[in-house]
C-alpha cells in the first residue's frame, strides 16, 4: 500500500477541469519537492511536473502543479481525451538513505 | 537526443536471477543518478533503487536484500539484478534517469516469473 494517497479515478467531460490530490506527511510531501506523471496505457511514464510546480519540457500549459503542507495537486484543464491516462505523483522521504515514493495512481477518464 | 534503451531475459523461474541492463544513448552519462522502478500488472510504480555515476547506490528497504543495481560508466550502462525471484516479481521493470525526479523513461521491459 502506498504511503502516498491518490484518488483512484476521476472523470470528467471535455473542456473541464480536473483537480488530482496526492496526500502525504511531514516525512515526505510536506518536506520535499514533488512531481508528477502521466501513463499512457501501454507506456512508460512521462514526467509532467517536478519540484511542485514547475513544468517539463514540452508540457502544456494545462498542467498545472501546485503544493500546501502535506498535500499536493495537479491541475488539468481544458480536458481532452488524449488526457485520459493514469497519473502518478511521486517525492521521497529522508533518512540514513533516501526512499523514493511513488502515489498510488489515479485513473482520469474523460466522458 | 537522450534516449534509454533496455533489454534482459523475459522469463525466468522462481529462485532464478533476473538481469536487465539500460543503456543512455544521445547524451551525458555523468552527473545525474539512474534508477530502476518497476510495476506489476494493473498495479502501481514501486521503486527499486538508483545508482549515481560514480556507483553509490540506494535501494528500497523492501528489496534491498535481493537487489543489486551497477554501472558501466565506459559503456554509459546501468544493470539491475533481483535474485531469488518469485511470482511476485512479476512486473514491467523501467530504468530511468533521476532521483529526486524522473525525467527520462526507458521502454520498459516485461518480466514473467513462472514455473
Known amino acids: 500500500q502506498s504511503v502516498l494517497m491518490q484518488p483512484p479515478s476521476l472523470s470528467a467531460a471535455p473542456g473541464h477541469k480536473v483537480t488530482i490530490s496526492c496526500s502525504g506527511s511531514?516525512?515526505?510531501?510536506?518536506?520535499?519537492?514533488v512531481s508528477w506523471y502521466r501513463q499512457l496505457p501501454g507506456t512508460a511514464p512521462k514526467l509532467l511536473i517536478y519540484?511542485?510546480?514547475k513544468r517539463s519540457s514540452g508540457v502544456s500549459d494545462r498542467f498545472s502543479g501546485s503544493k500546501s503542507g502535506t498535500l499536493a495537486t495537479l491541475d488539468i484543464t481544458g480536458l481532452q481525451t488524449g488526457d485520459e491516462a493514469d497519473y502518478y505523483c511521486?517525492?521521497?522521504?529522508?533518512?540514513?538513505?533516501?526512499?523514493?515514493?511513488f502515489g498510488s495512481g489515479t485513473k482520469v477518464t474523460v466522458l | 537526443q537522450v534516449q534509454l534503451e533496455q533489454w534482459g531475459a523475459g522469463l525466468l523461474k522462481p529462485s532464478e536471477t533476473l538481469s536487465l541492463t539500460c543503456a543512455v544513448y544521445?547524451?551525458?552519462?555523468?552527473?545525474?543518478?539512474w534508477s530502476w522502478i518497476r510495476q506489476a500488472p494493473g498495479k502501481g510504480l514501486e521503486w527499486i533503487g538508483e545508482?549515481?555515476?560514480?556507483?553509490?547506490?540506494n535501494y528500497n528497504p523492501s528489496l534491498e536484500s535481493r537487489v543489486t543495481i551497477s554501472v558501466d560508466t565506459s559503456k554509459k550502462q546501468i544493470s539491475l539484478k533481483l535474485r531469488s525471484v518469485t511470482a511476485a516479481d512479476t512486473a514491467v521493470y523501467y530504468c530511468?534517469?533521476?532521483?529526486?525526479?524522473?525525467?527520462?523513461w526507458g521502454q520498459g521491459s516485461l518480466v514473467t516469473i513462472s514455473s
Open positions: 530511468a534517469r533521476g532521483a529526486t525526479r524522473f525525467e527520462l
Open positions: 544521445g547524451g551525458s552519462f555523468n552527473g545525474y543518478f
Open positions: 545508482i549515481s555515476h560514480r556507483g553509490n547506490s
Open positions: 511531514t516525512s515526505n510531501v510536506g518536506n520535499n519537492y
Open positions: 519540484d511542485n510546480n
Open positions: 511521486g517525492t521521497w522521504e529522508n533518512g540514513v538513505t533516501p526512499r523514493r515514493l
